[in-house]
């Protein structure tokens, strides 16, 4: 049993490398990159002690150079999901009462292991696998991933210092126990670190896990396993099936044990995991926990007073970074006329110098977006917008999936604020840009506000301080996340939590105490320490 109250290391945030010439870091990066690019490796299920390897392999390839084969990852069933349940269950006890300090060393081991011997290796494994860049890899495989485990330990400490006050002669306790059950946490494609994190918050809070990553991200999930096992996490607490969501689910949401949900992926696999669990909602042994974060169709709106620079800088970042397949992109913006051709000659300066290629090549800014199947639905949005009377393509419109999977950086102008591309989700590298009249700033802040039924990220951009205060209060409800004279992307841990509401999820904040606390289940204790041995109250007593 725990013989102390122990402090955790201090809240920090993971240095991020700069890769620069002839930087160490550059050198083991492309080193490791190198390597991995030589073999082909085989990607197991990983469930209770064992790693299984099933007949049902699936090819791992770059999306920037899809004949090449990296691996392969084993395929499971519905009896590989029944098995995992099983492991689960049976290391649930053990692990719901290991002491706090000693779950927190494992997550705070495995976030050293990645900032020091994993580091190239997970960022390589990102890069290949994901078609991220290096600083893009860095940021996200290498920081946030560490900055979620080593923060969240801090947050876990909080929790457990929230206590009640105790009036004489009792003493009042509270208990942040796990979920009863396991908990089955799905993951996207776009986010190493969203990965790690998802089975990892609840298991630091003493909860069982099922993680089913995304196929096009199981050449990194490999390497949290890893990580993981190396840190000593016990066998049971996380096990990764590598199943099709509809099998996962089928067996999932149907037994009496499962606990939670933790989700990031689309608003529509959400709402049809929402109502499962409302369909079977009589079988479990307690409501579970539904913890996500979906989709995102994130603006950018710009006041007559904002800084052109600024403001087209932000624009292509925001935008195109990570091929626009981050939840948080700029995928539309709202420009005022009088700063429209000084933004749109930026912007299409900018774009002109951007490289576009693999990720071996350090000097592309831009990669391929991650399969075939998102590169048809970003260029027919393109192609329509080509052959629309509403729209106008700016700058790029081309791909070429013949290697890879490049779709050039893309700026579409529409001429009504309702045109397709302002209000769907396209999870690809393109923005479409709307001009309003100079002197309609508070009338085109309504139309934000309704065009989409998202609500993730925003930002505005002005330098006069009476329409940042009107944007932050009349778009209160539009994100999440808000961010005045920045992209809308780029949010860290600790700093700025994560996550919105509407159809863009719970708003329940990962890289926060509000995450962690929809991992416990509390218990309020009443000690009285001299106890009454009497039922009569001094009310019953007569003079």
Not at 4 to 32: C, D, R, T
Request: with cysteine; hydrophobic share 40%; aromatic share 10%.
């Amino acid at each position: 049993m725990s013989i102390g109250i122990f402090n955790v290391p201090a809240s920090k945030n993971e240095p991020v490398k700069n890769y620069g010439p002839g930087s160490p870091e550059k050198v083991l990066l492309k080193k490791a990159i190198a390597e991995a690019r030589s073999k082909v490796i085989d990607i197991p299920q990983y469930i209770g002690g064992e790693e299984i390897y099933s007949q049902n392999k699936k090819s791992v390839s770059p999306p920037h150079d899809h004949q090449h084969i990296l691996g392969y990852f084993h395929e499971g069933d519905q009896e590989d999901v029944k098995k995992a349940i099983t492991a689960a269950l049976e290391a649930r006890s053990s692990w719901a009462s290991l002491n706090w300090e000693q779950r927190a060393a494992i997550f705070l081991k495995a976030a050293d292991l990645i900032a020091g011997p994993y580091r190239a290796e997970i960022n390589a494994a990102t890069m290949l696998g994901q078609s991220k860049n290096a600083y893009q890899a860095e940021i996200d495989s290498a920081c946030e991933i560490i900055d979620f485990l080593r923060l969240n330990v801090n947050f876990m400490r909080d929790i457990y210092q929230q206590q009640p006050i105790s009036s004489d002669g009792v003493w009042n306790r509270m208990e942040y126990r796990p979920l009863e059950g396991f908990v089955f946490a799905i993951t996207p494609f776009n986010f190493t670190a969203i990965a790690g994190n998802l089975p990892a918050a609840p298991a630091l809070m003493g909860n069982v896990v099922l993680w089913k990553p995304a196929f096009a991200q199981v050449y990194s999930a490999n390497v949290i396993m890893k990580v993981f096992k190396e840190a000593g996490l016990p066998a049971g607490v996380i096990n990764m099936i590598l199943v099709d969501g509809p099998v996962a689910g089928e067996v999932i949401f149907k037994h009496r044990d499962f606990a939670g949900v933790h989700f990031t992926g689309s608003t529509k696999v959400f709402q049809t995991i929402w109502k499962a669990i409302g369909d079977n909602i009589s079988l479990y042994k307690s409501f579970p926990r539904i913890v996500g974060e979906t989709g995102g169709k994130d603006f950018v709106l710009a006041h007559k007073s904002a800084d052109p620079k600024a403001l087209a800088t932000g624009l292509v970042r925001g935008a195109f970074e990570y091929q626009g397949q981050k939840c948080s992109a700029a995928s539309r913006a709202y420009i005022p006329s009088n700063l429209w051709e000084e933004v749109k000659s930026l912007m299409i300066k900018d774009l002109a110098e951007i490289k576009m290629g693999g990720v071996e090549d350090f000097s592309n800014f831009v990669n391929a977006v991650i399969d075939e199947k998102s590169f048809d639905k970003i260029t027919t949005y393109i192609e329509g917008a080509k052959n629309s009377a509403d729209a106008e393509i700016i700058a790029g419109g081309a791909s070429d999936k013949s290697k890879g999977y490049f779709v050039q950086p893309t700026v579409i102008r529409a001429s009504k604020p309702d045109y397709i591309t302002l209000c769907d989700e396209i999870f690809g590298p393109v923005l479409t840009v709307y001009i309003y009249e100079a002197d309609k700033f508070e009338e085109i802040i309504p139309i934000i506000d309704t065009t989409s039924p998202y609500a993730l990220t925003g930002a505005v951009f002005a330098t006069d301080r009476y329409a940042i205060q009107y944007a932050t209060e009349h778009l209160v409800n539009a994100a999440g996340n808000f961010y005045i004279n920045d992209k809308p992307t780029g949010a860290v841990v600790g700093q700025q939590p994560f996550g919105g509401a509407r159809a863009s999820g719970t708003n329940d904040k990962a890289g926060s105490v509000l995450n962690l606390l929809r991992w416990v289940s509390p218990r309020a204790i009443k000690e009285t320490l001299v106890s009454p041995i009497d039922y009569k109250y001094p009310f019953v007593l007569e003079e």
